[in-house]
């Protein structure tokens, strides 16, 4: 999936690093240095998502987040932190700010996440009340889940699983996601914990077919679009 | 001096036998000086009398010398003054006493013995005349009868209120000197229990115990401040190594990501692993840097540690499985705690984490949770190999890794992570033997 990526980062290195790799998964990138030239360029292009640094000199990201949301504008907006602004987190989803990533990051962690913004966001304009990927169904309102039209038998944590899986079918979903989308954990366990979850959601899956779910080794897991 | 008071209580006592002692010989001392003095002085006046009676180089005339005595004796009251002229036969020739023994020549002392009516105590003068004859003049010491007990007991009063006020004060002096010793030590022991910004109270006087205080109180602000420079640095390092090591391990990520890496992907891979242990080291490292900083009590918020505790047992349990380890659940009823909720989650992944992958195949994990008086008391017991008790101070140290630990995967700041979390909430952790295995055991105030 290409995009258009506005990418706001006063740090020059850091902004030709990111850009670099982002150019490298495909996306069309554009930089800005700081929060007034980033306000300038926003109103003048369409852009698919913005990727937004926090500590910026004169007007900071969470300023430039609040001025484009009181604007009108809802593209998706990704943040990137410092380590230890662990309270600015709640600042930052008030202020309308869609994820957030805290540097140093990872290309391939920041491009799975623009990826499951800019998708999710596609996916909320046709509002559905089951969720597919490829031959599973899977109601969210009643906790329900079906492969094939049989029903699967998963604990409350596999059905999160799989439902964030699918939400995102065809894209990489990363462990730190989903340590934060499914246990709601801003910290990485030192154990594969998650590796172990998804193998008991696999073998469930597996029964009634082939495996759904690649691993993207060292990153996540994809779940067949 | 070979034996010196070494502590408060032999000081006391040291002083005190010297004090006694010098107090009881000065006591001694002006008692004898005072009776020989007096001796002294009534000596002079005996000889004074003496001479009166009989000057020195007199022609022999004892008609004379008996009309003195009987004229003296008349004249005066003398009750405290006594005479005796004898021949040489040591006849009677005039005076107003009797003596009941031979005096000898000269001066001597005269007492009850001498049954004198009127006389407890005295000092006589026996002089020879010429031819046999005698003069003895003798005089009272004791001006008031009795007067050497009443003497006694003056004394006994004195200086035996020099004692009591003595005694007060060094007990007052050395509850004071105590108790300021008392306030360095529980700063010290404060200290020792993690309390780095306690400090010495001070009075205010600016006296010895306050400058000692205050100067305890500058060495400890200057050892907070180098720890806190240390600390900085190491803050430092984790940050400044954080980027550079990210950038390499992203440009290693990249790397495998291109066809032309299928024959090294392996070796990248590995290559990627170890990277992001490192990250993770130092994520962690300034983990416990932002714990301990204490910022974040700020953001605490009312946490059901029951519910927390079963919902992190519940995201190992899949982990615990593959290792056929059962992990059991003891809790007695609701546990409410001002916390922060991530951290807490945090420790509890941590410590959970650690029994499963530090113990065998097929282990117990018991995780109890009470709420008592003064606390809630959180157990995370194994049966696997445990720490040996003299490794467990180890196990706590940043990097201290112990020597079975080092066989495992781990970066040796699990321990310490949650052994910081527990404190930011003012609690404590502890390790015990489970006898056999290994119980962490948490405490928390409500």
């Known amino acids: ?225 | 001096m070979r034996w010196r008071p070494q502590t408060l209580r032999g000081l006391t006592i040291a002083f005190l036998a010297l004090f006694l002692t010098v107090t009881a010989a000065a006591g001694l001392g002006t008692f004898f000086a005072t009776l020989s003095m007096i001796v002294a002085l009534v000596d002079e006046r005996v000889e004074a009398e003496s001479h009166a009676i009989a000057p020195v180089g007199a022609k022999f005339d004892w008609d004379e010398w008996r009309e003195r005595i009987t004229e003296m004796a008349r004249q005066r009251d003398t009750a405290d003054l006594g005479m005796l002229l004898t021949d040489a036969q040591g006849r009677r020739i005039a005076g107003n006493v009797r003596f009941t023994r031979p005096l000898p020549l000269g001066f001597s002392s005269l007492d009850r013995r001498d049954r004198i009516e009127g006389l407890s105590a005295g000092r006589v003068l026996v002089r020879d005349l010429g031819q046999g004859v005698r003069l003895a003049v003798f005089a009272e010491t004791e001006p008031i009868d009795d007067y050497f007990a009443v003497r006694q007991r003056l004394y006994i009063a004195g200086f035996g209120a020099i004692v009591v006020v003595v005694l007060a004060g060094l007990l007052l002096f050395r509850r004071l000197i105590g108790e300021r010793i008392e306030q360095m030590r529980m700063t010290a022991e404060s200290i020792i229990d993690g309390d780095i910004a306690r400090r010495v109270p001070l009075v205010g006087d600016d006296g010895e115990f306050d400058q000692q205080a205050a100067a305890l109180n500058r060495m400890l602000d200057r050892m907070g401040q180098l720890m806190a420079e240390v600390r900085n640095v190491s803050n430092d390092i984790s940050h400044e190594m954080r980027t550079p090591l990210a950038r390499l391990r992203n440009e290693l990520a990249l790397l495998e990501q291109r066809d032309a890496a299928a024959p090294v992907r392996e070796a990248l891979m590995l290559a990627i692993g170890q990277a992001d242990d490192l990250l993770t080291m130092f994520g962690a490292m300034l983990r416990i840097a932002e714990i301990e900083s204490g910022a974040r009590r700020a953001g605490f918020q009312s946490v059901a540690l029951d519910a927390l505790v079963e919902e992190m047992i519940e995201m190992v349990r899949p982990l615990a499985a593959e290792k056929d380890q059962r992990i059991a659940i003891i809790l007695n009823e609701p546990a409410q705690m001002a916390g922060d909720r991530q951290l807490l989650s945090q420790m509890l992944i941590n410590l959970l984490e650690n029994a499963v992958r530090h113990t065998p195949v097929g282990a117990d994990v018991r995780v109890s949770l009470e709420r008592g008086q003064a606390g809630i008391r959180l157990a995370i017991a194994d049966n696997g190999p445990g720490i040996a008790a003299d490794q467990r101070a180890l196990a706590m140290r940043r990097f201290g890794r112990t020597d079975v630990s080092r066989h495992h995967k781990g970066h040796g700041l699990g321990l310490p992570l949650a052994d910081a979390i527990v404190r930011l909430h003012r609690g404590t952790l502890t390790l015990e033997d489970a006898g056999p295995g290994l119980r962490i055991v948490m405490t928390f105030p409500i």
Do not use: C
């Not at chain 1, 954990?185 to 779910?213: C, S, W, Y």
């Open chain 1, 1 to 225: 999936m290409s995009m258009h990526v506005l990418l706001v980062e006063d740090d020059r290195q850091l902004q030709r690093q990111l850009a670099e790799q982002l150019s490298q998964f495909g996306h069309q990138v554009e930089t800005a240095d700081d929060g007034l030239a980033a306000l300038a360029i926003v109103g003048q292009k369409a852009f698919d998502i913005v990727v937004l640094d926090w500590m910026m000199p004169g007007v900071d990201g969470i300023t430039v987040l609040r001025q484009l949301r009181e604007g009108g504008m809802n593209v998706p907006v990704l943040m990137l932190t410092a380590l230890g602004q662990v309270f600015d987190k709640v600042e930052g989803f008030d202020a309308g700010a869609d994820d957030y990533v805290v540097k140093p990051v990872d290309p391939l962690e920041l491009n799975a996440r623009l990826n499951a913004l800019v998708r999710a966001r596609r996916t909320n304009d046709q509002p559905s009340d089951t969720v597919s990927a490829g031959d599973i169904t899977i109601s969210p309102s009643r906790l329900r889940a079906w492969r094939g039209g049989r029903p699967l038998n998963l604990s409350q944590t596999e059905f999160k699983l799989l439902l964030e899986l699918a939400r995102n079918a065809g894209t990489l979903v990363t462990r730190p996601m989903l340590i934060e989308r499914i246990w709601g954990l801003d910290f990485m366990p030192t154990t594969n914990l998650v590796d172990a979850h998804i193998r008991h959601l696999r073998v469930k899956l597996v029964e009634q077919g082939d495996d759904p779910i690649s691993t993207q080794r060292g990153m996540g897991y994809m779940l067949r679009a």
